[in-house]
């Protein structure tokens, strides 16, 4: 069972970064595709970005391509998401997930879930 903890979460002014840190228990996840996930209150969770098991392919919504950075360290188990030139409009919670497929977007597409970490970007 692979369990996920986003870390790195919190509250920035328009133009500032932000990197997320997902860690992950079970060593299965180093063989399965990630990805970033956020959900504004009121909307439905959408995909950000995703990487392959091995790190060498990477996807972006077209809304954060340029911007933010997703990467991941086999070895420390866990998954990045670099985030720059940050906007109010992508202030929302953002969740990590674990998947057989990298760049799916589906929410259905992944297998685990983290609890979610709260990013809030001021103007």
């Known amino acids: 069972q692979v369990q996920l903890v986003e870390s790195g979460g919190g509250l920035v002014q328009a133009g500032g970064s932000l990197r997320l840190s997902c860690a992950a228990s ?3 996840f180093r063989s ?3 990805g970033w996930f956020r ?3 009121g909307k439905e969770r959408e995909f950000v970005a995703g990487i392959t098991w ?3 392919r990477k996807y972006y919504a077209d809304s954060v391509k340029d911007r933010f950075t997703i990467s991941r360290d086999n070895a420390k188990n866990a998954v990045y998401l670099q985030m720059d ?3 109010p409009e992508d202030t ?7 998947g057989q497929v990298a760049g799916r977007s ?3 597409d992944y297998d685990y879930w983290g609890q979610g970490t709260q990013v809030t970007v001021s103007s």
């Open 92 to 98: 929302a919670v953002y969740y990590c997930a674990g």
């Open 32 to 34: 399965q595709a990630a």
């Open 106 to 108: 589906g929410v259905e």
């Open 85 to 87: 030139k940050l906007k």
């Open 39 to 41: 959900q504004a209150p």
């Open 54 to 56: 091995g790190g060498t």
């Open 26 to 28: 079970g060593s299965t």
